[in-house]
Structures are given as structure tokens and as C-alpha cells.
């Protein structure tokens, strides 16, 4: 007998959290969408109960299937070790990179600073988006552009004196993307950022000097 309900962690092809009901019309049922559903009809009611929850999840699976939303797949896939990795190298990196920053700014000489252009491996929003957010929250360096066409973000750094500098400040964008994408991203996205991560020199490298201490 075939299945009447499949449920995504099953079938790769629908979306997370998601389930299928396969009848006379094919229908895809957002799970957190229901959930939230049901909440907002226990708040209704201002009763816990249990018949109240039933209820409020009957109606919002009847509201689904009789009004159904576009199936949209944003790419985003859950992955428990590399979620764990990204936080833990978030975190490091915040750490040190704070180090450095005040160093720099008890540092008797002063630091040129340049914003210098990443191109990443990944085109999708999503995963530029991400890493974008990411690079943000390390002190030192801040995502000032992001260009979607070319997939190449614009990073502020402030200790530009030497070549070197600005390679590492590089291999650290590419290392917060393969990092992001193995936490969320897709399968195809994984194998992109396994490959050697592009070494060209950009053109829209803009130095600055600041002519103070950072």
C-alpha cells in the first residue's frame, strides 16, 4: 500500500520540516507553519488543553490544505556537527580577533587600513548572506558590500600593512564560508566549497590610509 504521508527527513526532495499528503492532489504541509498555527489558536482560546491543542491543530492542517502556500526552498539544510564547528570557530575568532584589536589600539604606531574584495564559491543568497552576517560579528572586519552578481564581498580591514595581512584576512572569508555552508548549506554547495577557493587578484581592492592609530 503506498503512503499517504512522507515526511522530508524521508524524501530529500521536499523541503525541511515538511510533509507530504499524497491523495487526489498532491499537498506539501509546512510543519513550523502548522505549529505556529496551532499556538495562535490556543492563545485564542486562553486554554491549555489538551482537546483545545487537537483541535487547533486540526483546523490549521484543514487551513493549509484549503489555502496552500507556493512551495519555496530556500536551501537551507540543518547540519548538527557543522553547526557545531561554525560556533566553535565563531567563537574563537571573535576571541582572538578582539585580542588583536586592542592591541592595535594601544599600538604607538599607526595601522593603514583597506577594504579588499572576496570572491566566494557560493552564488546563492542565502549562503552570502550568511556569511556575510558571520564575517560582521568578528572584530576587526566588517562586510561593507555584497555584490550577488559576481558573489564577491567587500571586507573593511584594519591591519593592512602587509601583503600577508591582507591574504590572511582572506583565507579567514573563505574559511567562515565553507564553514557556513557545511552547517547549511546543500549537498551541491558542500561539494563547491570542498574545491581550492579562487586566488585571482580583484581589481576593486581600495587601500586607505588612516594616518592614526586604529
Known amino acids: 500500500m503506498r503512503r499517504l504521508i512522507r515526511f522530508s527527513y524521508r524524501n530529500k526532495d521536499l523541503p525541511p520540516f515538511s510533509c507530504e499528503f499524497r491523495g487526489h492532489r498532491r499537498r506539501v504541509l509546512d510543519l513550523p507553519l502548522i505549529a505556529w498555527l496551532t499556538v495562535i489558536w490556543v492563545l485564542l482560546w486562553s486554554s491549555l488543553h489538551w482537546a483545545n491543542v487537537l483541535t487547533g491543530v486540526v483546523v490549521a492542517v484543514a487551513v493549509c490544505l484549503a489555502f496552500p502556500l507556493p512551495q519555496v526552498d530556500l536551501g537551507l539544510r540543518l547540519h548538527p556537527w557543522g553547526i557545531l564547528r561554525l560556533a566553535g570557530f565563531l567563537l574563537y575568532d571573535m576571541y582572538t580577533?578582539?585580542?588583536?584589536?586592542?592591541r592595535q589600539i594601544f599600538a604607538d604606531r599607526p595601522h593603514r587600513a583597506a577594504v579588499i574584495a572576496v570572491p566566494l564559491r557560493c552564488r546563492s543568497d542565502l549562503m552570502l548572506t550568511a556569511t556575510a552576517v558571520a564575517m560582521s560579528n568578528v572584530p576587526g572586519g566588517s562586510?561593507?558590500?555584497?555584490?550577488?552578481a559576481t558573489a564577491t564581498v567587500f571586507l573593511h580591514v584594519l591591519d593592512a600593512d602587509r601583503p600577508a595581512e591582507l591574504d590572511a584576512a582572506r583565507r579567514s572569508v573563505w574559511r567562515m564560508e565553507e564553514l557556513t555552508v557545511r552547517a547549511?548549506?546543500?549537498r551541491d554547495e558542500i561539494a563547491r566549497v570542498a574545491g581550492p577557493p579562487p586566488t585571482a587578484p580583484h581589481p576593486g581592492e581600495r587601500p586607505e590610509d588612516?594616518?592614526?592609530?586604529a
Open 143 to 148: 562586510v561593507v558590500e555584497v555584490r550577488r
Open 210 to 213: 588612516q594616518g592614526e592609530d
Open 184 to 186: 547549511f548549506g546543500t
Open 97 to 102: 580577533s578582539g585580542v588583536k584589536v586592542t
